[in-house]
């Protein structure tokens, strides 16, 4: 390296600081008087609902009072009278109890007994099966 010329230092020097002050530690209110004191120029906000808990307690909102006019009732369908007895008709034909039934078609022994009581909501899949494992037409015309 002797005969290559003259040495010469070519980088930028570094400055290292401390990182940014976050939101928080801006507005903190030792910092806010110090710039206050060294003359800086602040701005301060009044938020309309700061500090309360007006958006949660304020009476009805608009969907709300939707909701509260609403009068129409709404309800699941069931299982019609005609279709419950078929499946009860059926059944007692064929002489399988409710469980047995359940079992042909993979099905748990409930939805057979809410099905004859008709508390259950309508599925043509579980119709289908029933139709097939009793040998019988359940939905439709006769």
Do not use: C, F
Not at 31 to 43: D, L, S, T, Y
Not at 82 to 104: C, F, G, N, S
């Amino acid at each position: 390296m002797a005969g290559i010329g003259p040495l010469t230092q070519d980088w930028e020097p570094v400055v290292i600081r401390k990182k940014a002050p976050s939101a928080a530690t801006k507005k903190d209110e030792k910092v806010v008087n110090a710039a206050r004191r060294a003359g800086a120029e602040i701005e301060s906000v009044k938020k309309s609902n700061a500090g309360t808990n007006k958006a949660a307690s304020s009476g009805t909102t608009l969907n709300t009072r939707k909701l509260d006019d609403e009068t129409e009732n709404l309800a699941h369908e069931r299982v019609p009278t005609e279709l419950k007895k078929a499946i009860m008709q059926a059944r007692m034909d064929k002489k399988l109890t409710q469980a047995q039934l359940a079992q042909m078609i993979n099905e748990k022994p409930q939805i057979i007994q809410e099905y004859e009581s008709g508390k259950a909501i309508p599925n043509q899949q579980i119709i289908g099966k029933l139709e097939r494992a009793l040998d019988t037409k359940l939905r439709g015309k006769k």
